[in-house]
């Protein structure tokens, strides 16, 4: 789960970790604030200077002005539920400073650059500072980084920075917590400029997690809105290879779904409900091979489908693995055909697609 | 890795009175598998399918020796259920739990470190050795003895081509899936390592999908360190690429971890690769 810089912000500031003065505003506020203020649209996506996101602001009179504008100005696809509004910082340097997930190594590591800014992404790899971190590393970690930024007067303080933000990242679940720029003031304080987050939804269970809801949602995925075929399989990856396939076979496949292992009734007709508002499509190819999750449910779910949904484009099923024998039975009470391999379903719907 | 940790002569199964615990118990029995006990802690005194439960493993070592576990234990007490396995040095340890937490994981890859313990998964359909052993979820009556090894970072794919190559009559000696997340115990490469030594396979079947850079390392493997044909196909040709990367991550991920740079790196370790599921069962045949 991706934050908005706002939450993202709210977490570092809880753990310590300094933060510009700030206020939020939502549409039809009248907020009172200190000018200059850096008004920064809340969207879950980067680039947004360059788009337009952030306007300073440095009197009342075009405050109002500027919000309007802001909340109606649309970023990649996404418009603002929420406005940042923070103290403009007096910037003697801009450093980079991330904690990121090394998955092959199963490390936390931290990075850092000399240079922060937008333009951090130029940056070639070999140039940042890399080093694993963990518990009992954050003292060494700090002198390093000291070393690295030049900086032995800020020695303490940096350990102490980095301590904070190892201590946000275990505590808070992060995969990624990234600060571009750590702004250095002219009165020399260390402040996180912006900030990036993305939180392990696995591990909501000990979370009392409460953010603006993103909308992303990694098991249905759009490829192309004016497919022809539709794809729901089990597991990421029979999903993705249902898609290939159907794309192999000489089909455009409108997207991704993967119904996962606990797959009921009412998730399965939801999903059924989207694809039919894809305007093209023919065929819906249905691939599930049954391991933890149990035929005989998906067959209820499809049953449930066709009952509940007018107008749905022609099934191609093709189900294996636990309880087949169930979910054949019960298909077949309702005269719906299970086909024996995912390249008959194909087949089939290459037919219907064609004619 | 070596073939005796895949003996499993004494099996338990952790979080044996779940709903998942009980329906895979019966089907590993059936499936030929000596599960010996399972734990719940708590529900000591209990039995699942004649399978006796106990709190702990402890309990169970008492009266039992136990080479393998396969942990059904829910995803917030995975991470307590494996250090339990570790710490009673069981060899082989399966974790069938989807949704452990990444922190958690870099905790048990840590204890896993110089501990006796193999890890496959979490998040994993576990192992079958067809007409030997079924250690997870893997469905039994799709396989076929022979001597063919699987491995699979994604589970249904796993069965899919199992089941393809069933059909055709190609038997498999090992069927394993690694697990699809992040960070897991046994890779691809360890699995490479198993099926080139042992003597019993005579081909090799990798199947990939997008994301990290874990194809690539194994094509490296396979160009210096695997003699045996080797069969490849990486799920996600059309998925939208790097979506979910964030600003470092894209930073930290220099290759290119898309379906199709990984197949060439396989096709160039030397690897036969499709582009398709159907496309890799075609291409295989037995070669014995």
Redesign the interface.
Known sequence: MKLLEYEAKNLLSLSGIVTPRSSIIHRNDSPQLTFPVVLKSQVPTGGRGKAGGIRIVNDKDSLQQTINELFELSIKGYRPQTLLAEEKLAIAHEYYLSLVIDKPAAEICLMAHNNGGVEVEENVAISFLNIAISSESVEVAGQQLADYYNLPSQTFVLQDLVENLYKCFVANDATLLEINPLVFTDDGKFVAGDCKMELDDSAAFRHDWNFEDKAAEANFVTLDPGGTVATIANGAGLAMATVDAVSDYGMVPANFLDIGGGSNTETLVAAFRRITEYPNIQAIVINVFAGISRCDEVARAIIAAKKQIENLPPLFIRLAGTNFEAAADLLSQENIPILATLEECLAAAKQEVSS | MKSTLFSAQNVIVQGITGG?GRF?TK?MLAAGTNVVAGTTPGKAGQVVEDVPVYDSIADIQKEHTVDTTVIFVP??FAKSAIFEAITAHIPLIVC?T?????????QI??RLAGSGSSLIGPNS?GVIIPGVNKLG???AN?SLPGRTAIV??????T??TM?GLSAKGIGQRYVIGTG?D??RGTGFIDCLELFENDPEVDQIVL?G??G???EQ?AADYIATSVTKPVFA?V??????VGV?L???????G?ADES?ASKTEALAKAGAHVA?????LIELIVDNK
Not at chain 2, 246 to 252: F, M, P, S
Not at chain 2, 275 to 279: A, K, M, Y
């Open positions: 998942h895979q089907a995803a917030p069938i989807e949704g452990v937490p990444i922190h958690d994981m870099i890859k840590k359909p979820i893997i469905p799709m699979s970072r994604s589970g249904t794919l069965y899919e089941a699809g992040r960070i199947i999908e997008i990290g850079t874990d390392l196909y799920a996600g040709h059309h998925a939208p979910q964030g600003h470092a991550g894209a930073i930290l220099s379906a582009t398709s599921i159907t496309g």
